[in-house]
């Protein structure tokens, strides 16, 4: 009876956090969103804790045996309830694995309940764009696709089309195939023809900027590529979304530092790293610690080491796939360089 109690109050204090989240001005909106997803991993904490024998036992692994035993009482509308609000806290702190895991059982949920929306979303985000982040891409290529027909079939969500063309445009980015990521960047473009204008378009036109950018990097049209960085920070900055920026300012960099134009780039990644630790946002965090090591490789080597072994911690602590690949490519080009340094 009280472990019933906690379940239902936690639930709805959870979920009650996280709709008044939606009302707050969008200035103030991260700063809420984080608070709402402590109220979440503390009150998840808290009931699993009560309910999990081995004390021993991970919080991803409690969460996951929460979700499927949930799934076993067949209380799906409660996993698609708990899903929604434990999305964006779960990825946030970088829990890819957990996110997948518990994706699944949101996926079976949604199937069973006719839950079309939610499917959509746990099927392009949770499942497959957590499963490029790992580098599953035919995993992610196969859920995202999936994701994309349920929302033709079912409800037109076109909000979701334009994210899922985009998520497949960065899966194929990844791998260096950059006329199948053109190709769904156009469709993603289109997509946002049928989204109706307000916040959520911006967002998604500005996203949009970013990923023209990463394609144009990958040319080396580093023009190109900072017009269309330029294009997405002026939106994010109308609307004073400083949360957003954090990613346009690595880019920013990483652009700048391809140019030859080191010292703008390294304030970049400076005030990128400032704003990125304020918000505990462990991506960009790594990012611009890469891009200061980078900076500093050839005239300072024990700080680019101490920048590259800061960022490889965080790495290998959360699971962050792309970037560990990144890092270690890092640190062979700066052995290479004290290699070389020593032979002269």
């Given amino acids: 009876m009280i472990d019933k109690y906690y379940s239902h109050v936690g639930t709805t204090v959870t979920i009650l956090a996280f709709i008044v989240t939606g009302f707050v001005p969008e200035q103030y909106r991260s700063l809420s969103y984080s608070i709402a997803a402590m109220i979440a991993i503390a009150w ?14 991970s919080f991803d692994d ?11 009482q067949q209380q799906y509308q409660e996993i698609l309830r708990l899903g929604d609000a434990l999305s964006t806290p779960v990825w946030l702190s970088l829990k890819y694995s957990t996110r997948i895991a518990v994706g699944q059982c ?19 985000d949770d499942i497959g764009w957590t499963s490029v982040e790992l580098g599953l891409y035919e995993d992610g290529e196969n859920s995202i696709t999936r994701g994309i027909e349920v929302a033709a079939e079912r409800m037109p969500n076109h909000a979701f089309v334009s994210k899922g063309y985009r998520h497949l445009c960065g899966l194929y980015a990844r791998q260096g195939r950059t006329d199948e990521a053109q190709h769904y960047l156009k469709k993603a473009f289109d997509a946002t023809a049928n ?31 900072l017009n269309e960085i330029r294009a ?6 109308r609307a004073d979304n400083r949360v957003w920026t954090l990613k346009a300012l690595a880019r920013k960099g990483e652009i700048l530092f391809h140019q030859g134009n080191r010292p703008a780039a390294k304030e970049c990644f400076i005030e990128g790293l400032a704003q990125a630790e304020s918000y505990h946002y462990n991506k960009q965090i790594v990012k611009n610690l890469i ?13 680019a080491r101490t920048f590259l072994s800061r960022a490889a911690a965080i790495a290998e602590e959360v699971g962050m796939y792309h970037e560990k690949k990144i890092i270690q490519t890092a640190f062979e080009r700066l052995q290479k360089y004290i290699d070389s340094v020593k032979g002269a």
Wanted: glycine fraction near 4%.
């Fill in 44 to 57: 998840l904490a808290f009931y699993l804790g009560r309910k999990t024998a081995a004390p021993s036992r």
């Fill in 62 to 72: 409690s969460l996951i045996e929460f979700f499927r035993r949930l799934e076993k």
């Fill in 106 to 124: 949101i996926n079976n949920s949604a199937i069973i309940m006719k839950n079309y929306e939610a499917r959509i979303r746990v099927l392009i």
């Fill in 195 to 225: 989204v109706p204008d307000g916040p959520q378009k911006n967002v998604l036109l500005s996203e949009i900027h970013f990923s023209r950018s990463s394609l144009a990097l990958i040319k080396k049209d580093y023009d190109a590529a």
């Fill in 232 to 237: 997405e920070l002026a939106s994010y900055e």
């Fill in 291 to 303: 891009g200061l090591a980078n900076c500093s490789m050839d005239h300072n080597v024990v700080e």
